[in-house]
């Protein structure tokens, strides 16, 4: 029996990882977060509340928890819990993407650098905290957390003194137009090397990816294996970027499993479980999805208890 630990499982990307998981036929998981104002327990055969990753007992309560239930791997989720765990001295058995890429992935400034030095254009991105913006209008978003939230459009020298003030730990970085042709792309490369990506053209609905339209492009897929053998990649990551005038453009990189995890896993892309059979050394058999195809997010409701 594979017995797992999703982190953070209140959360749309944590609810998304188990359902893939479920295709497994004998596993167990267990997931964590920091209340139980959610339905992650639908999703996972134990749910235990832990505290936030910036907590000093944090590491120990996961270490114990994972202890007490003989969990074989855990799966960070939570950007912050992602680099904790990440990160400890403990090895702790973890499923993630590697410690460099991990690391430069939470800090859009050390994104951008890693991905210059292969070569690779990029949005200029500075430091709100100390640097002005380069042109305008111009974006600024938290430096260390990913998503579309916290994002706003700064359009003057006035407006970027503001929210500098306002708002710290964040970046300025180039308005790439189209703003709203954005492009989400899954990229896996296995333990020998062998690499795959799935890029989708999305719509975003409350932060969320509501629409999806399976795309292909052979500029963005060039760059993705530039990134995957570059960058060492071991397993899975999201790379975000536009389609711009002069070509496809990387804004972002999430080391972390994405949102759409779910809807790519339903079209064969099964990155979740590729990740976790290889952490159980069992072979894999990579797929992508054919271009065009259209995927929906829907809602659900569950009574969880009546009064």
């Not at 990229?187 to 990506?197: C, E, M, N, P």
Request: contains cysteine; proline residues 3%.
């Amino acid at each position: 029996m594979k017995r797992i630990l999703v982190t953070a499982i209140g959360g749309d990307i944590g609810q998304s990882i188990a359902m893939c998981l479920r295709d497994f036929e004998d596993i167990f998981l267990i997931g964590t977060d920091t209340h139980d104002k959610h339905g992650g327990s639908l999703f996972v055969d134990k749910f235990l509340i832990v505290p936030k990753a910036d907590s000093l007992d944090y590491l120990s309560v996961i270490e114990n928890i994972i202890k007490k239930n003989n969990i074989d791997v855990t799966i960070p989720v939570n950007e912050n819990e992602l680099k904790v765990l990440v990160n400890s001295t403990n090895h702790l058995r973890l499923v993630h993407a590697g410690s460099e890429i991990v690391n430069a992935g939470l800090d859009k400034l050390a994104t951008m650098e890693s991905l210059n030095k292969l070569g690779i254009d990029v949005p200029w991105t500075v430091n709100a905290d100390f640097d002005e913006p380069c042109s305008y209008p111009c974006i600024m978003k938290p430096r260390f957390s990913s998503g579309s939230r916290s994002i706003f459009i700064i359009n003057s020298n006035t407006e970027a003194q503001i929210f500098s003030k306002k708002f710290s730990n964040c970046v300025f970085q180039e308005l790439l137009e189209p703003f709203e042709k954005e492009i989400t792309c899954g990229l896996f490369r296995a333990k020998d090397g062998r690499t795959t990506s799935i890029q989708l053209e999305r719509l975003l609905v409350g932060g969320l990816t509501g629409w999806a339209k399976v795309v292909r492009n052979n500029k963005v897929e060039k760059l993705l294996n530039i990134i995957a053998d570059g960058l060492n990649l071991k397993g899975s990551i999201n790379v975000q970027l536009r389609i711009t005038e002069e070509g496809p453009m990387i804004f972002e990189i999430n080391p972390r499993f994405s949102s759409t995890a779910f809807m790519r896993h339903k079209l064969g892309f099964s990155d979740v479980n590729w990740a976790v059979k290889e952490y159980y050394d069992e072979s894999i058999e990579l797929s992508s999805a054919s271009a065009g195809t259209v995927l929906v997010r829907t809602q659900d409701s569950v009574i969880l208890s009546e009064g």
